[in-house]
């Protein structure tokens, strides 16, 4: 369980927000799927032995504490997208992390992330959200160190409910580690690219594409039960209708 106050005193309270969208199609171009290819791709999670979570991931509190006090309560509230019994890897030196934020009057979030082992902070960045809810990417600053190979770090989100962080503010943890890739990723689809991560066992990457070509074709029927799959095979069924529109 995330301790909130160790994590909200390494964010700076007077650090300035980033002009960035949370969003993985404003940080992605020219890429494309074409129906026959996503009707013939299957995304499946090949969770790899050795990536048990090191504990349970979790919040700053219950399931129901993760909402702004002066919010009325939902059925979801702060969730991060890690499958419920792995904490994830990726390849990427600052992969987008994916997290399901309900309808809120807050009006920022903070992504903090430390290494596990030395609880030494890494970095930390401000995004400015809307207050609708839905799934979004958040990646860490291109300014910031990339993770190293081998490394395991422990991310949190933080829903800022005031005009400046608290140690009371909602905030869920999870952990990630970034490997080098076991095996050639091939250039491809999004779809076919999520595919092999998938296969390998590289959560955070295979999330990634898997979203990027979802956004591309939201009405195609194959990626939406492809989607259910992947969500219930991974305990993340209550996302199955939950899919961020930006």
């Not at 005193?9 to 927000?17: E, M, N, P, R, V």
């Not at 009057?105 to 809810?133: C, M, N, W, Y």
């Not at 091939?186 to 595919?195: P, R, V």
């Amino acid at each position: 369980m995330l301790n909130k106050q160790k994590f909200l005193a390494l964010i700076i309270i007077g650090f300035l927000l980033l002009s960035v969208t949370p969003s993985i199609a404003k940080e992605t171009t020219n890429h494309s799927t074409t129906r026959n290819e996503t009707t013939v791709t299957r995304v499946v999670f090949t969770p790899p032995e050795e990536d048990k979570s090191p504990e349970k991931t979790g919040g700053g509190g219950s399931r129901n504490d993760l909402r702004c006090p002066q919010d009325t309560e939902t059925h979801t509230s702060l969730t991060l997208l890690v499958p419920v019994s792995y904490f994830g890897l990726t390849v990427t030196e600052r992969p987008f992390l994916w997290t399901y934020i309900p309808e809120t009057s807050a009006r920022q979030v903070v992504l903090s992330i430390r290494e596990q082992d030395t609880k030494k902070h890494h970095s930390h960045r401000f995004f400015p959200i809307t207050g609708e809810s839905g799934i979004f990417g958040f990646q860490p600053s291109q300014d910031s160190p990339p993770l190293e190979i081998g490394k395991t770090y422990e991310w949190a989100m933080v829903l800022v409910c005031g005009q400046k962080p608290t140690p009371n503010d909602p905030a869920s943890s999870a952990w990630i580690q970034r490997i080098a890739s076991p095996q050639p990723v091939h250039q491809g689809t999004d779809l076919e690219q999520a595919a092999q991560y998938g296969e390998q066992g590289i959560w955070y990457d295979m999330l990634t594409y898997f979203i990027r070509a979802k956004q591309l074709e939201p009405d195609n029927k194959e990626l939406m039960s492809n989607w259910v799959e992947l969500l219930e095979s991974t305990g993340l069924e209550m996302f199955i209708v939950k899919f961020s529109k930006n």
